[in-house]
């Protein structure tokens, strides 16, 4: 090869990386770890589309378990802000910033699964927009739903709660824990392991999925459920991006990520959120611990207390100006007819 052409190869070669350098790179941040759930089911995939569907122009770098700094609570300032371009994190880690969307991790309002009550919240969204004004959300999605996770004491009635240090994921699990006669105490969840083997907590309102990668089966000994699988409400996660940055994108790169948002993002989301659940039920059952699925009768005494807990989310929305009965009327009826959605 003379010198002149593989000067020209090497000009090339230059010329095509810049090309195909992104025109925009984003950076989402989340609280837990790079082998969660929410990364390999939702950012990895979604990142992937994205990158794909722009031909590289997008290039979205994933920063995992808080590695950006920070604490959990304090993702949704981040992406408001605009320190990070997107994040996924729980709603209820800000308390009061989403009054309207916390309707979904009302208990009775989510029966269990995900796919039903993440269309649902779509199906409805324009009654929770307002909660969102300050971000573009790319997706508000729930889990399976929350079942009672316990060390050491195996719990048949809701009598057997009392007294009982549960972490709870919310506000309103925080409610919902003391109706029950039990104690709630909040931490995000990465600070759930540490809890539980130092006895800190007796137990935690989460989802199966969240066991493999905590390794929960470990720490845990009963988990219990309702009749037929019901759940004791959710939690409600927000992914989202920050809305000027969304806003200043080109009109084409912009169609891409509402392509693949909301309602185009939500079955698929549900649909995997569902099929996580079962690792963590199978780990359970090979440690040696026990699932307990509750009577209509027992579950029934814990649904009593659980219907003040709504009754109370409804009084304060009205407290601050939001018609809640008319939102849990809504929200039951959408979660009601995309009940068996596959």
Known sequence: M???????????VCLAGVAQAAEITLTAHHFVSPKASTQTHLLLPWKKK???????????KIFPSMSLGGKPPELYRQ?????????????GYTPGVFPRAEVFELPTVHPGGALATTLAIQDVFPLIAPDFK????????????????????????VADLKGLKLRTPSRTGAWLI??????????????????????GVDGALIPFEIIPPFKLQQLT??????A?????GASVFLFAMNKARFESMP????????????ANLAAEIGRNWDSIEEPGRKAQIKSGGEIIGLSPEAKAGFDAPAAKVVDRWIDEAKKRGIDGAALVKAARAAVAKRAGAK
């Open 221 to 226: 000994k009963y988990s219990v459920l309702g």
């Open 251 to 262: 009109a084409d790169l912009r169609a891409i990520i509402d392509a693949n948002s909301g």
């Open 79 to 91: 992406v408001r802000d605009g320190t990070v371009d997107i994040i996924w994190t729980l709603i």
């Open 134 to 157: 300050d971000l573009k959300p790319l997706l508000v999605h729930v889990h399976a739903g929350n079942a009672i996770h316990l060390r050491e004491k195996r719990v048949t009635s």
């Open 228 to 232: 037929d699988g019901t759940r004791f």
């Open 178 to 199: 003391e109706a029950w006669g039990a104690e709630p105490v909040g931490m995000p969840i990465p600070a759930l392991p540490q809890a539980l083997s130092k006895g």
């Open 50 to 60: 994205i990158e794909a569907q722009s031909k590289g122009r997008i290039e979205i």
């Open 2 to 12: 003379t010198l002149r052409l593989a000067a020209a190869v090497a000009c090339g």
